[in-house]
């Protein structure tokens, strides 16, 4: 039994659904429904070929994946909230300084589905402690 629901709408006929590449995966792969060519330094926003709705209380996060950041391709992270119903796209920047050449079927990004949290934010006084500033741990 699944804890939410995502429907998707396919706006591309060649578009491949998102799917766990194993079902125990944290995250859904995205395809490229069609070919693409990313120059070097280029900032391009590559469909999916569809449209998502999520459940109220629930995003989907656009993560990155590692075997293209190993090749100087970068994934900007991005939320896509329960009220978006348009084509999900992924943000990438080609920083290899090479062409990138994406075939249709390619895995271009992943996705996790995870919760919103009601927060309440309270301004207050801020408790101290031994942990330093920012990239520290302490030592």
């Not at 396919?10 to 944290?26: E, F, G, M, Q, T």
């Not at 569809?50 to 994934?75: D, F, N, T, Y």
């Amino acid at each position: 039994m699944s804890d939410t629901r995502l429907i998707i709408e396919r706006l591309n006929p060649a578009a491949i659904p998102p799917r766990k590449a194993h079902p125990s995966d944290a995250c859904f792969d995205l395809f490229a429904p069609e070919a693409y060519q990313v120059l070097p330094g280029q900032r391009v926003a590559l469909g999916t070929g569809w449209l998502m709705q999520i459940e109220e209380g629930w995003e989907v996060q656009i993560r990155g994946r590692s075997g293209l950041g190993k090749r100087g391709i970068e994934v900007h992270f991005g939320t896509i909230d329960h009220l978006y119903r348009q084509e999900v796209k992924v943000l990438v920047h080609n920083a290899s300084g090479q062409l990138w050449e994406v075939a249709a079927g390619d895995r271009v990004a992943q996705m996790k589905l995870a919760r919103v949290w009601e927060v309440e934010i309270v301004e207050g006084r801020v408790e101290p402690t031994q942990r330093g500033g920012l990239g520290s741990t302490g030592r």
